[in-house]
């Protein structure tokens, strides 16, 4: 039987676990939270958690595409290691910003919410972090070059293409002394047009 995901209640669980915890909170960013945050952030850090990675590997109907052209997001997929930001945000700043950011990140609740231990310079903090499971129905697996392609070409949500996205992710990670290799080679594909053999 197939487990119903309610938003609200994912919401309202992660609220609690917050609260639990009675201080500020921490946000681990890794894409697109790195260069459009849209909330006030008390202090950042780089920082990197371990055991998950960023991947372009799911599907977005929403914010960079629609159920008829799925475009793809960014997620903290198990395995390996991952750089990007640790965000503080004020602990009287949290109940008004949790729901606009679920909002943004959770138009269908796809994400599992985490709170992940991330290494900083100054310490490790326990920071919440947006991850996807493999066995998901949103995980895309591996795609091939041709499908990306395609993805790049036509793929669009309320928030723009997904070829946008990745771009401006790669430049933005870049900025800050990351240099993901693969998300890379992916945003490459937009512009590497594959030769067509010529006729003997």
Request: hydrophobic share 40%; aromatic share 8%; with cysteine.
């Amino acid at each position: 039987m197939t487990t119903v995901r309610c938003a609200a209640t994912m919401l309202q669980h992660t609220l609690d676990s917050w609260r639990a915890q009675g201080d500020d909170l921490w946000l681990f960013a890794y894409g697109s939270l790195i260069w459009k945050t849209e909330f006030e952030v008390a202090e950042k850090r780089p920082a990197r958690v371990l055991g998950h990675h960023r991947a372009l590997q799911m599907w977005s109907r929403v914010n960079r595409g629609t159920p008829e052209r799925p475009g793809l997001v960014l997620a903290l997929i198990n395995g390996g290691s991952c750089r990007g930001m640790a965000l503080r945000v004020k602990a009287d700043q949290v109940p008004a910003m949790l729901p606009q950011l679920w909002h943004r990140e959770m138009p269908n609740p796809v994400y599992d919410p985490k709170w992940l231990p991330c290494q900083t310079p100054q310490g490790t903090v326990k920071a919440l972090s947006f991850t996807l499971s493999r066995h998901s129905p949103n995980f895309t697996g591996r795609l091939s070059d041709a499908r990306l392609r395609e993805i790049f070409a036509h793929s669009r949500g309320r928030y723009g293409s997904t070829l946008e996205y990745a771009r401006l992710t790669c430049e933005h990670l870049r900025a800050i002394g990351i240099h993901d290799a693969e998300l890379e080679r992916v945003v490459a594909l937009a512009h590497d047009t594959p030769s067509i053999p010529h006729p003997t």
